[in-house]
């Protein structure tokens, strides 16, 4: 583990490993956005499909991902194995939170039903909102282009994602678990503040210096952070990717502690960690 600050941890290395080591009860908020499971890069398969149209010359995997043009038995697994990747870090997560803590989880429209089955076995579910992305593509290509040039293969245009909003456990009441441990509720205004409602929407800002492929915003990881934990709590992110959770929660006021496997992305991450470290000490000095 590495401190960057006395608000500010990371780690290098597999959370699958590292995520059963660490402490009891310390976290009141796991924000996170984990491979999806949908072989959108090397990274991102989690399951050993041998089906052919997952594989270039039958050894790279198709950076893209899997086009659904059909089915065959080996595609029964990615499901199935992503549901087991899933439970192997989630079955930890209510030792390491506090009870009612929330799990925000970045997901799939393809696979958020395998990542919920999983988790249900150890979290609650609370709700699922609609994180809508500045843009997206239209990949849908056309199989007669002469014939039938309306005719398209593929989905419409993946304007959103869900973020799962999850519970840990807990017994009583929720009024004596806020009064006990600060979790259990929200902070509506501070997502009203953002959003400009109280609908289960929020709107993702641009990224304007991507460092990673799937980087989430800033401002609305911070705006989610600041509704979902309580003032000065930890919070954890065991797939910090390029480290934007870090940079809302301590923007936020809370104590980061993140994860990172990929020693590119963790670099990177605790590269824009430090700077906007050193830039909150010169403001404040």
């Not at 934007?244 to 809370?254: N, V």
Request: hydrophobic share 35%; net charge positive; charged share 25%.
């Amino acid at each position: 583990m590495e401190k960057l600050s006395n608000t500010c941890y990371i780690i290098h290395g597999d959370s699958i490993d590292i995520v059963p080591k660490l402490p009891e009860k310390k976290f009141s908020l796991v924000y996170s956005d984990p491979p999806y499971g949908i072989s959108y890069d090397k990274w991102d398969v989690l399951h050993d499909n041998k089906n052919k149209s997952l594989l270039v010359d039958g050894k790279k995997r198709k950076r893209t991902g899997k086009p659904i043009r059909g089915w065959s038995k080996e595609d029964e697994k990615i499901s199935k194995q992503y549901r087991q990747w899933v439970f192997s870090w989630v079955k930890h997560l209510p030792r390491l939170c506090v009870p009612a803590s929330a799990i925000l989880i970045h997901n799939s429209r393809r696979l958020m039903h395998s990542f919920i089955l999983s988790a249900e076995r150890e979290l609650l579910l609370q709700d699922i909102l609609a994180y809508i992305k500045p843009g997206s593509h239209f990949q849908a290509f056309r199989p007669f282009p002469d014939d039938q040039p309306n005719i398209r293969i593929g989905n419409l245009s993946p304007r959103w994602e869900p973020i799962l909003v999850f519970r840990t456990k807990f017994k009583g009441t929720n009024k004596s678990i806020i009064q006990q441990y600060g979790t259990g509720g929200m902070n509506v205004e501070e997502f009203k503040n953002f959003t400009g409602s109280y609908r289960n929407m929020i709107e993702a800002c641009s990224v304007k210096v991507k460092q990673h492929p799937t980087q989430k915003d800033v401002e609305t990881t911070e705006c989610l952070i600041r509704t979902f934990s309580p003032e000065k709590s930890r919070v954890l992110d065991p797939f910090m990717g390029s480290g934007t959770t870090g940079i809302a929660a301590l923007k936020s006021g809370r104590v980061f502690v993140g994860i990172e496997k990929n020693k590119k992305h963790y670099n990177t991450a605790k590269s824009r960690l430090l700077e906007f470290i050193h830039n909150e000490q010169r403001r404040l000095w």
